[in-house]
Nanobody, 119 residues
Framework: QVQLVESGGGLVQAGGSLRLSCAAS????????MGWFRQAPGKEREFVGS????????YYGSSVKGRFTISRENAKNTVYLQMNSLKPEDTAVYYC????????????WGQGTQVTVSS
């Protein structure tokens, strides 16, 4: 059974930092791109960024580029989202997802973790 489990969310003041983790299990993800998405109340889901397991190639959404960094630790099957210079508009539920590099849609999703940034 494939599982993606996010952790590390919480409450932080504007300008602060948080690191989210996504622990993946249940299959080999070497052919997958791992992504982070977020969804704020009343808003559509937004792409935050992604990374390929094999090459570590990263992509970021325009709203977080330069502030957020995605990395992975293959030995632990874990992907991280380091969030710096947080803003109140970063408040959302953050989701980890996995997409096969040849697929269009993400096949697996985590349950989400809440990030709240106070002003």
């Amino acid at each position: 059974q494939v599982q993606l489990v996010e952790s590390g969310g919480g409450l932080v003041q504007a300008g602060g930092s948080l690191r989210l983790s996504c622990a993946a299990s249940g299959r080999t993800f070497s052919s997958y791109r791992m992504g982070w998405f977020r969804q704020a109340p009343g808003k559509e889901r937004e792409f935050v960024g992604s990374i390929t397991w094999n090459e570590g190639r990263t992509y970021y959404g325009s709203s977080v580029k330069g502030r957020f960094t995605i990395s992975r630790e293959n030995a632990k099957n874990t992907v991280y989202l380091q969030m710096n210079s947080l803003k109140p508009e970063d408040t959302a539920v953050y989701y980890c997802a996995a997409r096969n590099i040849s697929a269009v849609e993400c096949a697996y999703w985590g349950q989400g973790t809440q990030v709240t940034v106070s002003s």
